[in-house]
């Protein structure tokens, strides 16, 4: 795995960057460091980043930030929120390389007390935060033709794992989907993922895979109990 640190100055703060080989993606691990990265945040209307007050590049209006999904957890204690980053010019080390390196950020809001905490950063085409349960949240990364990444982010420690989804072709059979999850365990199914998902059903909580065939047809879902440790695949009987 290769790293790569970026400091960078911004109103007499100094901002460690960490990037992670893996898909160019940045990952703020906390919990791992022991230390405090990127300092939790409060958002407020006026677009603040590590405390920091951003000159908003002389434009009435220009924000830093835009809130493009959010996800309540099935407790409604938290919030998990994807933002899609502006450029600025002064929060970027290598200018346009580095913001399209971190144009996406993944955090959690506190509900009741309105503190927010960011978790991720990642490229254009990291996808929506789900929960999976009340303390864990996923997202899919891109990792490569054929390839794609799965987070699941501890949100009270920020610890991390990452899964894989892979796709392959038989000859003269349908695609295939290979998924190594987070615990070591490997599933083959038929089909392409078309939407990765999840459930809570009482205090049971669900991964979901919408699958499609290759003309995108839908195909029967496949389902995933998560138990904290592992994944139990669930059968579905259709009479």
Same mark, same amino acid.
């Given at each position: 795995m290769v790293w790569k640190n970026s400091l960078k100055k911004v109103g007499g703060i100094t901002l460690l960057l960490i990037a992670v080989g893996l898909s160019g993606f940045i990952l703020l691990d906390l919990g791992s460091f022991g230390v405090q990265i990127w300092r939790e945040a409060v958002v407020k209307e006026k677009d603040q980043l590590l405390g920091v007050s951003v000159k908003a590049s002389e434009k009435p209006g220009h924000r830093l930030k835009e809130i493009e999904y959010e996800e309540i957890s099935p407790d409604n204690l938290q919030k998990a929120i994807e933002y899609k980053m502006s450029f600025d010019s002064q929060l970027y080390d290598d200018y346009y390389k580095d913001f399209f390196l971190n144009q996406k950020i993944i955090s959690v809001k506190n509900i009741k007390t309105d503190r927010e905490g960011y978790v991720f950063t990642g490229e254009e085409k990291?996808?929506?935060?789900?929960?999976?349960?009340?303390?864990?949240?996923?997202?899919?990364?891109?990792?490569?033709?054929?390839?794609? %990444? !799965?987070?699941?982010?501890? $949100?009270? #420690?920020?610890?991390?794992?990452?899964?894989?989804?892979?796709?392959?072709?038989?000859?003269?059979?349908?695609?295939?989907?290979?998924?190594?999850?987070?615990?070591?365990?490997?599933?083959?199914?038929? %089909? !392409?993922?078309?939407?990765? $998902?999840? #459930?809570?059903?009482?205090?049971?909580s669900y991964l979901i895979f919408k699958m499609k065939d290759v003309n995108k047809n839908p195909l029967a879902e496949e389902r995933f109990l998560f138990t904290g440790k592992s994944l139990e695949k669930v059968i579905i009987h259709i009479d």
């Open positions: 990291v996808g929506d935060p789900h929960w999976l349960g009340n303390d864990k949240i996923f997202f899919t990364t891109y990792c490569g033709t054929a390839c794609q %990444g !799965l987070y699941l982010v501890d $949100t009270r #420690s920020k610890e991390s794992q990452l899964a894989v989804i892979s796709f392959y072709f038989q000859d003269d059979g349908p695609w295939m989907t290979h998924f190594k999850d987070w615990f070591a365990g490997e599933f083959v199914f038929e %089909g !392409l993922i078309d939407k990765v $998902t999840s #459930s809570t059903v009482g205090d049971r």
